[in-house]
């Protein structure tokens, strides 16, 4: 698709999907990815490896496949890159959160392991949100060429019965 196409798609696209509406949807998935992810790992007392990876990759690509499947369009990219930077605000929220419950600091992560870790930590949060932009993309082509082949059955279905 090229600028052109994907400015007169959104133009004449009225179900362009809203910034909270996407970022709500990666929130609320990554939460049940996360219960989702807990639950196998209590009941059959085994840790999932790549669980992280795990939990921001599904939650990007069922988002995307939603919100393509829905809209049959491309999301702007705008829209996209925001909320998953209000997705990413919010998980690292929720961190905040936990380090100040359990009265833990990022100057007792730095003393622990160093000043290092705290900057391969920010920079695998800088490329995990591009992943998950590209996942989310993704999603979105999947969910348009699955939308497509449900119109075609449904035509061909049509021109049967008559």
């Given at each position: 698709m090229t600028a052109n196409e994907h400015?007169?798609?959104?133009?004449?696209?009225?179900?362009?999907?809203?910034?909270?509406q996407v970022s709500l949807s990666l929130?609320?998935?990554s939460v049940l990815m996360g219960i989702t992810i807990l639950a196998v790992e209590v009941i059959f007392g085994l840790e999932m490896p790549n669980s992280g990876v795990l939990s921001t990759v599904i939650p990007t690509m069922m988002t995307g496949f939603y919100f393509g499947h829905k809209n049959e369009a491309l999301m702007v990219s705008r829209t996209r890159w925001l909320a998953v930077?209000?997705?990413?605000?919010?998980?690292?929220?929720?961190v905040a959160g936990l380090m100040r419950f359990y009265d833990f600091t990022l100057a007792d992560l730095?003393?622990?392991?160093?000043?290092?870790?705290?900057?391969i930590?920010?920079?695998?949060?800088?490329i995990m949100t591009v992943v998950s932009c590209f996942m989310i993309k993704s999603g979105e082509k999947i969910g348009i060429k699955n939308r497509?082949?449900?119109r075609e059955k449904q035509l061909a279905k049509e021109k049967?019965?008559?």
């Open positions: 400015i007169a798609n959104f133009q004449t696209n009225t179900k362009e999907p809203k910034l909270w929130c609320l998935i930077m209000v997705w990413t605000g919010m998980s690292l929220l929720y730095t003393a622990e392991f160093g000043s290092l870790f705290v900057w930590g920010f920079a695998f949060i800088l497509v082949k449900v049967q019965s008559e």
